[in-house]
């Protein structure tokens, strides 16, 4: 279960903030130097307004001269001028540090989705959080805003023009707080109101996206239509949608009540502020110049502040939720880089009597069960495969093959037991194992997954060239393109390498058969000596089967192989066949031994033969 965070606002800027001001100290310091400069300009501009009423009004009155005003406006416009620099300046060097912070939160949110254990996206809450985080990339750099903006643009203001209220009046001071407050609280209950929409829209937001992949994406359109179910689809949609638009409207009635009443509150301390500053003037306390100056002044205060928590950028910090599941998913457990029981044990349970060899896999009562699931899928399961050794899993649907393989693929950690693997498969030359030992990036991936391969049953069409669909899967090694090239035309494959494969951008597209033999050439393009191949074939037509599942006892020579097969006919080509019942490891043999001894077996074996009697 993930974590919830009942300090979530402080924690989030605590987090955030820095790792933010770490992407380009330089451009913050710089930052906040010009936007100091900025706001000491603004609150100077009011302080000058003073002076350029009082002048006015005294050429106006005949007691003061024209240089007086000539001088006083000169430096008023001047002043004016860098201001409006400065501000250009601030924006700009603003929308840099948005770009280069969103550039290294991406990256961050890449690194960590492929360092996370593989578990993970079996939980439908890791995808609510996934793509709360991807939301909460975008609001976190607003969250800098307010965590910068109030001590760089604000905050010099506020003393600059509360020294100059101080001087005119001690009693402007406790007027403006009695402005700003409710301001301020307004602020914190959106903030929390916000927040939980975040929360309670984010399954049904995931859901609408879905729904509406089910009718308009390439992946679904066509069974959808065929199957019309699109009246289905969209209903299901609309029903969603009402959901998050009610959601949604009650957040804004809320947020609209909390603005009401703040502006009510703050119009009655800006009804206050005005009868004092008015009575001084008819008393004579203060000048008319000071009477507008403090007025503007308290204007663009509240401007300010209006802009910073009601504005375009208070909407955003109102996105707190999104941001605090950004720094959630960012604290999720990542996959460890050793995988767990990597040494050497004592061998136990089903050994191999067909291959020679010492282990190179070992399972210890292994049980496993997935997230938000009461049953164990694979129980108490123990069993040994040797170095070089071809095991082949077969079952009926359901047994847990597909799981086992991702077990031994080491994708996913047993719930008990132990995994130990003798050593790595790797056969890489030194230099290439040189640089991946220098290279920070993606370490644990690297360990996690090396030496290892795999062609799964829902294999990727990658919408990209044909060397690229095969290259891919070893991008590490220097690009090998004869041995790209021969391992797709021993698939069958005879298609020119920069074969465009992305119907959607200008490309071709392919048969099922045929995508399945890039897939199946992709995974033994990878430099590897363990591979496990889940139902490699489940697209391709039998006779063809037939001559490809010889060409894997070919390929899978001297390599550790797994062969995942519905086909019992198939498994002969493996050294040793594992008889799977119930997420159990009944039997295992040869295809003679079990045919003799093993019911289960005897009894697939026959039922497929008899098709093709
Ligand atoms: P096989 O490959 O033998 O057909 P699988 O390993 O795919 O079997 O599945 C074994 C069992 O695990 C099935 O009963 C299936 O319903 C269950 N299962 C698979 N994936 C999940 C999941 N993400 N959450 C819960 N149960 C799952």
Known sequence: MLKKNNNAFLKTIRVMFPKMVRSCPGLFALSALVSIANSLCMGILIWLSQNLYDVVIGAVSGETGKPGVVRAALLYGAVTVVNQILNGLSVYIMNVIFDIINRDITWELHRKSDRLKAINFENEQI???????????????????????????HLPLYLFLGSYFYTVDPKFIFAVALIFLPVCLGYYFKIKAKERLVDDTAAPARKMDYYKQCITSREYFKETRILGAVDFFRNLFFEVMGVVNSLEMKYKTRSLRIDLLCKLVTLTGYGVVLYMLFSDVVAGAVSVGAFAAVLNGIGLLFDEMKELVSGDIGENIGSMGAVKSLLEFLELPEEEEKIPGREAGS???????????SAAIKLKNVCFRYPNSETDVLKDLNLEIREGETVALVGQNGSGKTTLGKILLGLYEPTSGTVELAERWETIPEETADRRKHSDDGKANKARTRGVSAVFQDFRRYKMSLKENVMISDIE????????????????????????????????????????????ARGIYRNCGFIVLDEPTAAIDPIEESALYHKFAEITRGRTAVLVTHRIGAAKIADRILVMEEGRCTDAGTHEQLMGRCAEYRRMYNAQAEWYR
């Open 347 to 357: 061998p136990a349970g089903i050994s191999s009597e067909n291959a020679s060899g």
């Open 477 to 520: 090694e220097p690009e090998d393109e004869e041995k790209a090239r021969a391992l797709l035309e021993s698939m069958g494959i005879g298609l020119p390498m920069d074969t465009n494969l992305a119907v959607e951008f200008g490309g071709i597209d392919l048969s099922g058969g045929q995508w399945q033999r890039i897939a199946i």
């Open 127 to 153: 995808y609510n959080q996934f793509q709360k985080a991807v939301q909460g990339r975008d609001e976190a750099i607003f969250l800098l805003f307010i965590c910068f903006t109030p001590f760089t643009c």
